[in-house]
């Protein structure tokens, strides 16, 4: 008991607290500081991985579980002996010596949201806690993972009943959905104000016990209703200043609106956002998708349809933009120097070309050529970036890597050549950049960007 107590002391409840909601709060953390029991991360993507060494770092025994061998594959070099291990094994992630399952699954497909893999998952865990001796403590499920509101309420909870289990007893069920900085320096899960809710008090507070272990700030949500809403909500706020960014330079296409933009955004309670190609990566593009698909009421979120419908019109613009061709998309990451496409615009912007009959190709020097080609078909990717260049007559900018910044990019699209050269750049990467004669550069959001007649085009 004394390793219970150093551990776990500063996480006792008030005086007030029930002896229940002590022992719930203190065993999963004990069982896995101690090392006697561990944690499983489902879904080995940006978000789990980082939870997988989160814990690994306060030296909790870790295996991470992903349906993919070959991501499996990729991380088995970081497999420490008895306390990090990855696996493609379902059974082997579903141990009785598994106390904590954190479930971080994609819960998007094609734009939409999606609840298959999240559902299948837990299924497997609620089956696999109907088999565990009744002497074990009963697992601690933490979803990750955004959710559409009423998820819970809708799928989740009925599959506990439905196996003859009480919901907050014979398994306990938490969200903590994920806040991050991603490339941010010095920030990282411990730094995160991160919110949780449980089903019901053994829930919240057991799940505030373990997720101690990897962060400073915890706020409790009154139950999982609130916990399960408040991602997607503040995510949804973001959607509609960046969007509204994009409906203010189509009203006002001949005024430098990145500019304006700043300008306003000097007022000490105003955010500043910039006109963009739209949206992506795994929250905000879907976060008022995910609203509108759980509200009781979502006739009544009129915001919320228009921007999803301006955001997705924005690669449709971009793309009607250079519809005359050729064209080098550089980029197949949604943002900056993280390897993610998830609702990248690339994606439907190639689309759209390759709807149009334009030639395109694509580069990004995160990913291989054969990456690229089965995210967004064959033929996409370049082998020769030098002749990409020289025969585009645009150039798509899409995230801003670093990497654009080197001389090797730039060398490349200032080069003499035949035929002049339009550059649009989505985050503004080469702003900074002075350009020959022969070359037409626009940052998103400046005056006439999308205006084809104005930059040159037929």
């Known amino acids: 008991m004394t390793l219970l107590t150093e551990k776990t002391a500063d996480l006792l409840p008030a005086s007030g607290a029930s002896a229940i909601e002590r022992t719930a709060k203190a065993t999963h953390r004990a069982l896995l500081a101690s090392g006697q029991q561990r944690t499983c991360v489902w879904g080995l993507g940006y978000i789990g991985w980082s939870t997988v060494n989160a814990l690994h770092a306060e030296q909790v025994r870790t295996l991470g579980y992903d349906i993919s061998a070959d991501r499996v594959d990729a991380l088995v070099p970081f497999q420490q002996p008895d306390s990090l291990e990855v696996t493609n094994e379902r059974r082997r992630a579903l141990g009785d010596d598994v106390a904590v399952h954190f479930i971080a699954v994609p819960t998007e497909r094609q734009a939409e949201p999606f609840t298959a893999a999240l559902v299948d998952v837990f299924t497997s865990i609620v089956e696999a806690t109907v088999q565990r001796p009744k002497d074990h403590v009963p697992p601690l499920v933490v979803i990750e993972s955004t959710l559409t509101p009423g998820t819970v309420e809708r799928l989740l909870l009925p599959v506990i009943t439905e196996h003859g289990l009480v919901p907050d007893v014979d398994l306990l069920l938490a969200l903590a959905p994920r806040r991050d900085w991603f490339l941010a320096e010095g920030y990282g899960l411990r730094d995160l104000n991160r919110i949780y809710g449980g089903i019901g008090p053994d829930s919240a507070t057991a799940a505030a016990g373990v997720l101690s272990l990897m962060c400073d700030s915890l706020h409790r949500a009154a139950s999982h209703v609130e916990s399960e809403l408040v991602k997607c909500v503040e995510n949804a706020y973001r959607h509609l200043e960046i969007t509204l960014a994009n409906q203010l330079t189509l009203g006002y296409p001949h005024v ?10 000097t007022k000490w309670n105003i955010g500043t956002f910039h ?3 739209g949206t992506g990566g795994y929250c905000i593009p879907l976060s008022s998708r995910y609203l509108l698909q759980g509200a009781p009421r979502p006739e009544e979120l009129s915001l919320l349809s228009q921007t999803v419908e301006t955001d997705m019109r924005m690669r449709s ?66 082998s020769d970036l030098g002749t990409a260049v020289a025969e585009a007559a645009c150039v798509l900018i899409v995230p801003d890597h670093p990497e654009f910044l080197e001389p090797r990019y730039l060398d490349l699209l200032k080069a003499e050549r035949r035929s002049p050269l339009l550059i649009l750049d989505n985050h503004g990467v080469l702003a900074e950049q002075s350009w020959p004669e022969h070359v037409v550069y626009r940052r998103a959001g400046g005056p006439d960007w999308l205006n084809r007649e104005a930059l040159g085009r037929s």
């Open 256 to 265: 430098d609106m990145v500019e304006v933009l700043r300008l306003a955004g």
């Open 275 to 277: 006109p963009s190609f």
């Open 317 to 382: 613009l971009v793309a009607d933009a250079v519809a005359d061709g050729p064209v080098l998309i550089l980029g197949v990451a949604y943002k900056g120097g993280i390897k993610v496409a998830t609702l990248s615009p690339t994606i439907r912007i190639a689309e759209e070309l390759r709807g149009s009959g334009v030639p395109f190709s694509v580069h990004d020097p995160m990913y291989t050529e054969q990456e690229i080609e089965a995210l967004l078909g064959a033929g996409s990717a370049t």
